[in-house]
């Protein structure tokens, strides 16, 4: 019994451990939700999440020690945001059509995002901390993470909060966009970008690459809009 205790402790300490821990998960959850037809309920995200959570539990890991080999892919976030301009470039003729009503539903969206986050948090209670903490939920990690430290948060906190927003709204989007019978696929797109940043984006590309476009401007939209205006009403709201 104790080679695989020992071999465990080994690989636990090793920083590529926790990195191809996150790889394999998410290649797993990737393989099992094609196998479901991308059903909006199986996303690879979730399923890969849970996963890690569960080995994190059984190992009595420390997200700390975790992080700690799996922040490469914290890394990549910026890079990958950064490369949201690449679609944004190659359909620029598309998006010069839609320019001016999409620029009004980004910021009438990422206001509301903002304000109804800081709103519903107060009405529960939050204290401030965790108020700024929830404010950029709608924004892609990397923007949000940056935002929060700015203002005096927690990323940490304000990363979970991320997570969850891009999970919540990743499973409830096709449904709720088919209940409320809304079929054009650029505006589908565009509003679980806009509100789900990253993790809405992959799922809105699973299903249409119009969706996928639009959301993948949205996010990128949103977190340049976000970053601007949302420390100025964090700091309104809060007097």
Avoid at 71 to 92: K, S
Avoid at 148 to 166: A, D, E, H, R, Y
Wanted: hydrophobic letters at 60%; proline letters at 5%; aromatic letters at 10%.
């Amino acid at each position: 019994m104790t080679d695989p205790v020992n071999l465990w402790v080994y690989l636990s300490t090793t920083p590529l451990f926790w990195l191809s821990l996150t790889i394999i998960s998410y290649a797993v959850a990737l393989r099992f939700a094609r196998m479901l037809n991308s059903h909006p309920a199986a996303n690879p995200i979730l399923l890969a999440s849970s996963l890690i959570i569960i080995v994190l539990l059984k190992t009595r890991t420390s997200y700390s020690a975790y992080f700690e080999g799996a922040q490469f892919v914290n890394f990549l976030m910026g890079p990958a945001t950064v490369a949201i301009a690449v679609p944004i470039y190659r359909h620029r003729a598309v998006l010069r059509q839609v320019l001016v009503p999409m620029a009004g539903a980004l910021f009438v969206g990422a206001i509301v995002a903002m304000i109804s986050a800081l709103g519903i948090g107060t009405l529960c209670g939050l204290p401030s901390e965790l108020l700024i903490d929830l404010a950029p939920k709608s924004v892609t990690a990397a923007v949000a993470m940056a935002l929060t430290k700015q203002m005096g948060g927690t990323p940490s906190i304000t990363m979970l909060l991320v997570m969850f927003t891009g999970i919540f709204g990743a499973v409830v989007v096709t449904p709720l966009m088919n209940f409320l019978g809304i079929r054009n696929y650029a505006a589908r797109g565009f509003a679980v970008g806009l509100a789900s940043h990253g993790v809405g984006t992959a799922r809105a590309f699973s299903v249409s690459t119009v969706a996928g476009l639009f959301a993948a401007i949205a996010m990128g939209l949103n977190a340049v809009v976000t970053a601007l205006i949302l420390p100025w009403i964090v700091t309104l709201f809060l007097k």
